[in-house]
T-cell receptor, first 117, second 111 residues
Framework: NAGVTQTPKFRVLKTGQSMTLLCAQDMNHEYMYWYRQDPGMGLRLIHYSVGEGTTAKGEVPDGYNVSRLKKQNFLLGLESAAPSQTSVYFC????????????????FGPGTRLTVT | TQLLEQSPQFLSIQEGENLTVYCNSSSVFSSLQWYRQEPGEGPVLLVTVVTGGEVKKLKRLTFQFGDARKDSSLHITAAQPGDTGLYLCAGTTSGTYKYIFGTGTRLKVLA
């Protein structure tokens, strides 16, 4: 049981390049989230998904796209990377979202450190 | 936009000291979680509080949710070097699937 895994762990991009970050979970969780973490700003939600085939925008969605074609995978894409997207990206999953019954724990991956030059 | 402000932002203390971290907002939350994050890893859930005035204890850690559900505190008794890390609060409001994270408190406990 690997929990939540993220690929790659580190990446350096030049401005304008594109890339996809992969998140995979083996806990059969319905809900998945992508966050970015910057110094002094905590975690900010980029996009999230409440189930296979569905996605929704979070607080800071501009410049990012996501897809949830399979329940266990949640992909985050950067079509044209900018230096402002230099950050640590975390994926998380939970059994149910905040609206359903007791609040559930989010399980986080180890993060992807992205630098855009 | 809902905001969760944490204070202090940084804290460096000696082993054995007590400390309190605060998480404040002008918004009302239906629940609030506390996470700890170690370098190079993702956050790990410590506790969830859901009732105004609720107090939960986890060994040397005591968590309190404010009566009005706008604020929370984390108190650590007799801190140990193993408590070192980034502490994050996260709030949810009913009717949403989203968690709003606080700005974080970076704690260092010196042996």
């Amino acid at each position: 049981n690997a929990g939540v895994t993220q690929t790659p762990k580190f990446r350096v991009l030049k401005t304008g390049q594109s890339m996809t970050l992969l998140c995979a979970q083996d806990m059969n969780h319905e809900y998945m989230y992508w966050y970015r973490q910057d110094p002094g700003m905590g975690l900010r939600l980029i996009h999230y998904s409440v189930g296979e085939g569905t996605t929704a925008k979070g607080e800071v969605p501009d410049g990012y796209n996501v897809s949830r074609l399979k329940k266990q995978n949640f992909l985050l894409g950067l079509e044209s990377a900018a230096p402002s997207q230099t950050s640590v990206y975390f994926c998380a999953s939970s059994y149910s979202g905040a609206t359903q019954g007791p609040i559930c724990e989010q399980y986080f991956g180890p993060g992807t450190r992205l630098t855009v030059t | 936009t809902q905001l969760l402000e944490q204070s202090p932002q940084f804290l460096s203390i000696q082993e054995g000291e007590n400390l309190t971290v605060y998480c404040n907002s002008s918004s009302v939350f239906s629940s609030l979680q506390w996470y700890r994050q170690e370098p190079g890893e993702g956050p790990v859930l410590l506790v969830t509080v859901v009732t105004g005035g609720e107090v939960k204890k986890l060994k040397r850690l005591t968590f309190q949710f404010g009566d009005a559900r706008k604020d929370s505190s984390l108190h650590i008794t007799a801190a140990q070097p193993g408590d070192t890390g980034l502490y994050l609060c996260a709030g949810t409001t009913s009717g949403t699937y989203k968690y709003i994270f606080g700005t974080g408190t970076r704690l260092k406990v010196l042996a």
